[in-house]
């Protein structure tokens, strides 16, 4: 099975030194890996991860780390899709940025379950088809 990192948790697994191993989102990252499930990454969540860091040591070694992991294109019905669940979640009162609808449309388009330490996706998926990887206790 494929899942999708979200930025949340890439940060706490390649950015934080030391990495908390007890955190329970870092546990499920672990779990998903020893279980053989194949990760996805999607633009969005690239960009998030490389914007920001301080110096070009920095953005080489994530963008080295990353390199290996398929990115997924997203196509015209995904941004359509995101527009539409956008819409759908304000009607019942459900704010949250416009890549996360677009994070979220592409792994409801692609059966895809997404692992996150967000939760602004913890509502997106009370009112979609949205999967969420479960964070693993300690």
Not at 116 to 130: C, G, P, V
Request: with cysteine; aromatic share 6%.
């Amino acid at each position: 099975m494929n899942i999708v990192v979200d930025t949340s948790v890439w940060s706490l697994v390649l950015r934080r030194a030391p990495v908390d191993e007890a955190d329970a989102h870092v546990r499920a990252f672990r779990e998903c890996v020893e279980a053989g499930h194949g990760l996805v990454l999607l633009g969005p969540i690239v960009q998030e991860l490389l914007d920001g860091l301080r110096s070009e040591k920095q953005f080489a070694r994530l963008l080295a780390v990353l390199e290996p992991i398929p990115l997924a294109a997203l196509g015209r019905s995904t941004y359509v899709l995101a527009a539409r669940l956008r819409t759908d979640c304000r009607k019942r009162g459900i704010q949250a940025g416009a890549t996360d609808f677009l994070i979220a449309a592409a792994c409801i388009e692609s059966g895809w379950p997404l692992l996150t330490a967000d939760h602004d996706f913890d509502r997106i998926a009370l009112a979609s088809e949205l999967v969420l990887v479960p964070a693993v206790a300690g």
